[in-house]
C-alpha cells in the first residue's frame, strides 16, 4: 500500500489515484496521497485535479466542514481552472450537509452565472440540491 502512495503521488493524481485508491474505497489512502502531492507538487498542472479529489475524500466520508474549506481553497486558488464548477457545486452541497443553508444556496445558485457552459451534469446536480436543501 506504501508503495502505491508513493506511485502515485509521483506519477500523477487522477490517472493513477483514482483507480487504484478511491475506486477501492481506500480513502484515508487516497486523502493521503492527494497530500503529498500537493505538499510536493503545489502548481503541478495536475494540481487543480488533487485539490478537488483531496476535497472528495472529505465529501466521502462525511467530513463536510473539512470538505468545504478544501472545495474553497480549490476554486479560490483557480477561479477559471478546470475544476472549478466542480469545487463549487460540491462547496455547495457540504455547506449544505452543514446546515448552512444560506450560504448553500447561495453557492449552488452562483454557479449558473459563473460557469453558463457547465456540463449539464453539473447543473442538473446543483439544481437537485438546491431542491434537496428548499432553496428559494
Given amino acids: 500500500a506504501e508503495d502505491g502512495i508513493r506511485y502515485v ?5 487522477q490517472t493513477c489515484a483514482l ?18 502531492f500537493l505538499a510536493q507538487h503545489p502548481n503541478d498542472e495536475l494540481s487543480h ?3 478537488y479529489w483531496l476535497g472528495e475524500t472529505f465529501y466521502a ?7 468545504a474549506e478544501t472545495f474553497l481553497d480549490a476554486y479560490q486558488k483557480a477561479p477559471q481552472g478546470p475544476k472549478a464548477a466542480d469545487n ?3 462547496l455547495g452541497m457540504s455547506l449544505g450537509r452543514l ?3 444560506t450560504e448553500a444556496c447561495a453557492t ?3 454557479i449558473a452565472q459563473l460557469f453558463p457552459t457547465a456540463a449539464a451534469t ?5 439544481a437537485a440540491e438546491r431542491r434537496r436543501i428548499a432553496c428559494a
Avoid at 9 to 13: D, E
Avoid at 61 to 67: D, E, L, S, T
Avoid at 122 to 126: F, G, H, N, S, T
Fill in 9 to 13: 503521488a509521483v506519477t500523477g493524481v
Fill in 19 to 36: 483507480p487504484i485508491l478511491l475506486q477501492q474505497f481506500r480513502i484515508p489512502e487516497a486523502e493521503r496521497a492527494f497530500t503529498e
Fill in 49 to 51: 485535479n488533487a485539490r
Fill in 61 to 67: 466520508r462525511g467530513q463536510y466542514q473539512q470538505a
Fill in 88 to 90: 463549487m457545486l460540491k
Fill in 99 to 101: 446546515d448552512r443553508k
Fill in 108 to 110: 449552488l445558485g452562483g
Fill in 122 to 126: 453539473l447543473r442538473d446536480q446543483a
